[in-house]
């Protein structure tokens, strides 16, 4: 079992987390800036022919 299931160990340092927590509050916000910033790019870009753009996530 050890070799088929991968170890996704998840734990991280104290200061990890302390400068993490602040983070997580605004990352709704951080993902939907993203998505306009790659909205935007993908028009501007999608008429360039030699460009092709991967679909989000």
Same mark, same amino acid.
């Given at each position: @079992?050890?070799?088929?299931?991968? =170890?996704? *160990?998840? $734990? @991280? *340092?104290?200061?990890?987390?302390? &400068?993490? $927590? /602040?983070? &997580?509050?605004?990352?709704?916000?951080?993902? *939907?800036?993203? =998505?306009? $910033?790659?909205?935007?790019?993908? =028009?501007?870009?999608?008429? &360039?022919?030699?460009?092709?753009? /991967?679909?989000?996530?």
């Amino acid at each position: @079992m050890k070799l088929e299931v991968p =170890n996704f *160990s998840l $734990r @991280m *340092s104290h200061v990890t987390a302390a &400068v993490l $927590r /602040p983070q &997580v509050k605004i990352l709704e916000t951080k993902i *939907s800036e993203y =998505n306009k $910033r790659y909205d935007q790019l993908t =028009n501007i870009l999608a008429p &360039v022919e030699n460009i092709s753009i /991967p679909s989000p996530l």
